[in-house]
């Protein structure tokens, strides 16, 4: 099994920053694309950034040049650097993991961005 833990959410205000980690533990091979989702009540779950197994990264357009994805291989962690944050950003942000045809989530954490 996989098992994947979020930190770094909070409350901050208009402009501010936040970084978010997900560190990744269990039964993982090798490097494994992983991605970050947000969700907020009534919507979907959206995808706001992911990072390939090759390091190649993608992005919502929505968090283009302010949000960077980044991962560490040997601590099986990735990061989501959050700049110029807007209220709109406000939503639980989750990291997802691919293993071969099985995606794992983590519990999430909430990012609350204050006008």
């Known amino acids: 099994q996989v098992q994947l833990v979020e930190s770094g959410g909070g409350l901050v205000q208009s402009g501010g920053s936040l970084r978010l980690s997900c560190v990744a533990s269990?039964?993982?091979?090798?490097?494994?694309?992983m991605s970050w989702y947000r969700q907020v009540p009534g919507k979907q779950r959206e995808l706001v950034a992911a990072?390939?197994?090759?390091?190649?990264?993608n992005y919502a357009d929505s968090v283009k040049g302010r949000f960077t994805i980044s991962r560490d291989m040997y601590k099986n962690t990735v990061y989501l650097q959050m700049n110029s944050l807007k209220p709109e950003d406000t939503a639980v942000y989750y990291c997802?993991?691919?293993?071969?045809?099985?995606?794992?989530w983590g519990q999430g954490t909430q990012v609350t961005v204050s006008s």
């Open positions: 997802k993991l691919r293993r071969g045809l099985d995606d794992y």
């Open positions: 269990g039964s993982i091979f090798g490097i494994v694309p």
């Open positions: 990072i390939t197994s090759g390091g190649m990264s």
